[in-house]
């Protein structure tokens, strides 16, 4: 008799542990997102970037995300052609470490050439295709090589040019059908100035490390771009056969025809 109380003992114990296994399998993606980004980004913050281990940790679990781990489907209101230019921004979390959010955007929306001051970016397509053209900016060495730089133009005379131009380099000008690898940028390289636009509807999920602040000087400047050609200035250190993949980029106010709208998130929650 003993022995069976025992063994029933036993069963309850396994039992109990199975059903912890299966609750800690069945964390939600998005929980996963959210802790992930916790860990990753807990000793990080404007121009300090994530180890690599710690950056692909994040870039896999972002990977296996797709627009159900979100609530998301492409036949919803905010992705209708009808709604265009109107892009929606669907906010999940923001702490001063890192902010985590969805673009859901119509048939050929765009979201104009931006920057992300001392950010780490990781961009998820979860369904859709978007052309993304990306730049980083380019300063001179003392040599005259062309390096990627992040100091102010003023702070480095051989790269002030009139007219508030400043010299970026193309980093990425292509189009990404979902699913694909999230894009990552950071503070001086991988594209830290970009601009989307939806090919067909699309949404991105969008996590920041650390989120815009004004109060912080991460502010959202937006920018044309011209070709180097538009512009000649003497000096300029790019080659003559290398100067397609050179742009000035000038700042602008963020343009009038841009529509962003909030509208709450609906899919799964962050705890
Ligand atoms: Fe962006």
Aim: glycine share 4%; aromatic share 8%.
């Amino acid at each position: 008799m003993r022995i069976e109380e025992n063994r029933s003992d036993e069963k309850v114990k396994v039992s109990n542990e199975s059903k912890r296994k299966r609750r800690k399998k069945k964390m939600l993606p998005v929980q996963k997102l959210y802790k992930t980004c916790k860990e990753v980004f807990a000793s990080c913050g404007p121009d300090i970037v994530p180890s690599p281990e710690k950056i692909q940790t994040l870039a896999a679990v972002l990977d296996k995300m797709t627009q159900a781990d979100v609530g998301l489907m492409p036949d919803m209101p905010f992705f209708d052609s009808k709604q265009a230019p109107i892009i929606t921004y669907l906010h999940l979390h923001e702490c001063d470490k890192f902010s985590i959010g969805i673009f859901c955007l119509p048939p050929l929306s765009v979201i104009p050439l931006h920057n992300h001051p001392q950010m780490t970016v990781f961009s998820k397509l979860l369904f859709g295709t978007m052309h993304i053209k990306s730049y980083d900016w380019v300063a001179t060495t003392d040599e005259g090589d062309v390096v990627p730089d992040d100091v102010a133009p003023v702070a480095n005379p051989s790269n002030s040019y009139p007219d508030g131009l400043r010299l970026a380099k193309l980093k990425v000008n292509s189009e990404f059908t979902a699913p694909c690898s999230p894009s990552i940028l950071y503070p001086t390289d991988g594209g830290n100035m970009h601009c989307f636009t939806a090919k067909t509807a699309c949404a991105v999920l969008d996590v920041l490390g650390p989120p815009y602040c004004d109060a912080e000087g991460r502010h959202c400047q937006y920018y044309f771009d011209h070709p180097l050609a538009n512009f000649p200035v003497d000096g300029v250190p790019v080659p003559e056969e290398e100067k397609d993949g050179y742009a000035w980029l000038q700042e602008r106010e963020k343009p009038e025809d841009l529509v962003l709208l909030a509208a709450p998130y609906n899919g799964p929650k962050i705890i």
